[in-house]
């Protein structure tokens, strides 16, 4: 069954520490972005992609970097987590192309509630 | 740059009724798509409807319908027949018909409750 997936679901770790929040999907989907979301706030785009091997800034400054080295793939780092990092990141992604409706309605994850001590 | 409004933080409807979430954009293209997602407490976002922009006829999904006014830059969604499980944040988004990336703009959300 196509879905995206993100991994851990919950993650509770230390300020100083490096993390890895992890987004898969199985549409073979070409676009592919993490929002931040504070629980029951806006959504804030943090990083996007159109492809393997490109990456883009969104509209809210992170200090959160990306890589897509496979299209499914869409891993999302903090060098070194602080308590100003503790939100919601969601992870979605749509199809490749333009002009067709369904191409561009965004598919989410689940989210990662990311809590820093 | 495109933005959109959704002018009710919170709103509430009694089981079985319908209720009607607003959502006001600003955008200089003709050619765009605009949708509502929905978010549950604690779920996953999903797409609750969506409508091309060069289209006249509003959208519906069942219970879920949309009022497109484009001239005035609305897309208000009305929620016939409510249920408890339409209890949830709801989000209205546009995108750009021209944008490579298709980067989506994202209302601030309106939080709807439902009274049994």
């Known amino acids: 069954e196509a879905d995206i997936y993100q991994t851990p679901r919950y993650l509770v770790i230390g300020t100083g520490k490096k993390i890895t929040l992890e987004c898969s999907q199985t549409m073979g989907h070409d676009k592919m972005y993490w929002y931040q979301q504070d629980p029951g706030m806006e959504l804030h785009l943090i990083h996007y992609?159109?492809?393997?091997?490109?990456?883009e800034k969104g509209d809210l400054s992170s200090e959160s970097t990306v890589s897509r080295i496979r299209t499914e793939h869409f891993p999302l780092t903090l060098e070194s987590a602080r308590p100003s990092h503790t939100s919601q990141y969601l992870c979605?992604?749509?199809?490749?192309?333009?002009?067709?409706?369904?191409?561009?309605?965004?598919?989410f994850g689940p989210g990662t509630r990311l809590l820093v001590l | 740059a495109q933005t959109v409004t959704q002018s009710q933080p919170e709103m509430s409807v009694q089981e079985a009724e319908t209720v009607t979430l607003s959502c006001t954009y600003d955008?200089?293209?003709?050619?765009?798509?605009l949708f509502w997602y929905k978010q549950p407490p604690s779920r996953q976002m999903i797409l609750v409807i969506r409508q091309e922009a060069y289209k006249q006829q509003n959208a519906t999904e069942n219970r879920f319908s949309v009022n497109f006014q484009k001239a005035a830059k609305s897309f208000s969604l009305k929620i016939s027949d409510s249920q408890l499980g339409d209890a949830a944040m709801y989000f209205c988004?546009?995108?750009?018909?021209?944008?490579?990336?298709?980067?989506?703009?994202f209302g601030d959300g309106t939080t709807l409750t439902v009274k049994p």
């Open positions: 988004a546009y995108r750009s018909f021209n944008t490579n990336a298709g980067k989506s703009t």
């Open positions: 992609s159109y492809g393997v091997n490109s990456t």
């Open positions: 955008t200089s293209e003709s050619d765009y798509y």
């Open positions: 979605a992604s749509s199809a490749s192309g333009t002009g067709y409706l369904e191409q561009e309605t965004q598919y």
